[in-house]
C-alpha cells in the first residue's frame, strides 16, 4: 500500500506543541506538512482568500470559529485532490504523540476498507476529525474532498448551524451517504468524550486535544 500522512500547523503552534508531532512521528509513510507561515497560502491561494472574507478577532466560540479550523480542511482537501496513485491518505492534528509504529498490515486490519469511502471517528454530537483516514481508491474521494471545499470556498458553511469543521465534515459526508448510497467506516464508540483515545488508534498514538496539550498527554488514554 502507498500511504501519505498529512498536517499543518504554523511557527507559534510548532514552538507550543507540534513540535512533539514531528520528534516522534515513527510511521513509515510519507508526511506532508502544511506550514501555514511558511508556503500554504502560495500552495492554496483559496484558503487565502478564505482568511481574508471571514477573519474575525474574536469569534463567537471554537463552534463558529471557520478560519482556526478552515486550515486543516484544506490541507487535507488539497492533498486528496492533488496526489495520484495513493492507496490511502490520513490527516492527523497536529497535536498530536506517536507511540507506536505501525504498517501496511496494521492499516489493513483496522483502518482501509476496499468499499468505504472514509475511516472516522463518529460522535453523538459530530465527528472526531482528529485522525481521518480518507480510501484514496474510493470513487467517490475526489468529489468528497471537491464538496468540502465548496462548502469554504462559497461561503455555504455560514448558512449551518455550526461553522468548525468536524460539523462541516458531517454535513457533507452525511449528504453524500444519502444521495449516493456511500459507506463509511467508523471506528469510534459511540460516546462522548475523548473518542479517539477509547479506539484502536489509542493504542498506538496519543491525541492531546485542548489542555492535555500542556503535559502532553492524555489522561484518558489508558491504552499506551
Given at each position: 500500500?502507498?500511504?501519505?500522512?498529512?498536517?499543518?500547523?504554523?511557527?507559534?503552534?510548532?514552538?507550543?506543541?507540534?513540535?512533539?508531532?514531528?520528534?516522534?512521528?515513527?510511521w513509515?509513510?510519507?508526511l506532508e506538512?502544511?506550514?501555514?507561515?511558511?508556503?500554504m497560502f502560495?500552495?492554496?491561494?483559496?484558503?487565502?482568500?478564505f482568511i481574508?472574507?471571514?477573519?474575525?478577532?474574536i469569534?463567537?466560540?471554537?463552534?463558529?470559529?471557520a478560519?482556526?479550523?478552515?486550515?486543516?480542511?484544506?490541507?487535507?482537501t488539497?492533498?486528496?485532490?492533488?496526489?495520484?496513485?495513493?492507496?490511502?491518505?490520513?490527516?492527523?492534528d497536529?497535536?498530536?504523540v506517536?507511540?507506536?509504529?505501525?504498517?501496511?498490515?496494521?492499516?489493513?486490519?483496522?483502518?482501509?476498507r476496499?468499499d468505504?469511502?472514509?475511516?472516522?471517528?463518529?460522535?453523538?454530537t459530530?465527528?472526531e476529525?482528529?485522525f481521518?483516514y480518507?480510501?484514496?481508491?474510493?470513487?467517490?474521494?475526489?468529489?468528497?474532498?471537491?464538496?468540502?471545499?465548496?462548502?469554504?470556498d462559497?461561503?455555504?458553511?455560514?448558512?449551518?448551524?455550526?461553522?468548525?469543521?468536524?460539523?462541516?465534515?458531517?454535513?457533507?459526508?452525511?449528504?453524500m451517504?444519502?444521495e449516493?448510497g456511500?459507506?463509511?467506516?467508523?471506528?469510534?464508540?459511540?460516546?462522548l468524550?475523548?473518542?479517539?483515545?477509547?479506539?484502536?488508534?489509542?493504542?498506538?498514538?496519543?491525541h492531546?486535544?485542548?489542555?492535555?496539550?500542556i503535559?502532553?498527554?492524555?489522561?484518558?488514554?489508558?491504552?499506551?
Amino acid at each position: 500500500m502507498k500511504i501519505k500522512v498529512v498536517s499543518t500547523w504554523n511557527n507559534r503552534l510548532f514552538k507550543k506543541y507540534a513540535h512533539r508531532f514531528q520528534k516522534t512521528y515513527n510511521w513509515p509513510f510519507e508526511l506532508e506538512i502544511y506550514n501555514e507561515d511558511d508556503d500554504m497560502f502560495k500552495k492554496i491561494p483559496e484558503l487565502k482568500k478564505f482568511i481574508t472574507r471571514n477573519h474575525v478577532d474574536i469569534p463567537r466560540g471554537f463552534l463558529y470559529d471557520a478560519c482556526r479550523f478552515a486550515y486543516k480542511v484544506y490541507a487535507y482537501t488539497q492533498s486528496i485532490l492533488e496526489t495520484k496513485d495513493y492507496d490511502g491518505l490520513m490527516f492527523i492534528d497536529a497535536d498530536t504523540v506517536f507511540h507506536k509504529k505501525i504498517d501496511e498490515k496494521w492499516v489493513k486490519k483496522y483502518l482501509h476498507r476496499e468499499d468505504k469511502m472514509i475511516t472516522h471517528l463518529h460522535r453523538p454530537t459530530y465527528t472526531e476529525c482528529g485522525f481521518i483516514y480518507f480510501n484514496m481508491r474510493h470513487n467517490f474521494i475526489k468529489q468528497f474532498a471537491a464538496e468540502m471545499r465548496k462548502m469554504y470556498d462559497e461561503d455555504l458553511l455560514f448558512k449551518e448551524d455550526q461553522q468548525h469543521d468536524s460539523f462541516i465534515f458531517d454535513i457533507v459526508r452525511n449528504r453524500m451517504e444519502r444521495e449516493y448510497g456511500i459507506e463509511n467506516y467508523n471506528i469510534g464508540d459511540g460516546r462522548l468524550g475523548h473518542v479517539q483515545a477509547r479506539s484502536i488508534l489509542g493504542t498506538v498514538m496519543d491525541h492531546t486535544k485542548g489542555d492535555r496539550k500542556i503535559k502532553g498527554r492524555s489522561k484518558e488514554n489508558l491504552q499506551l
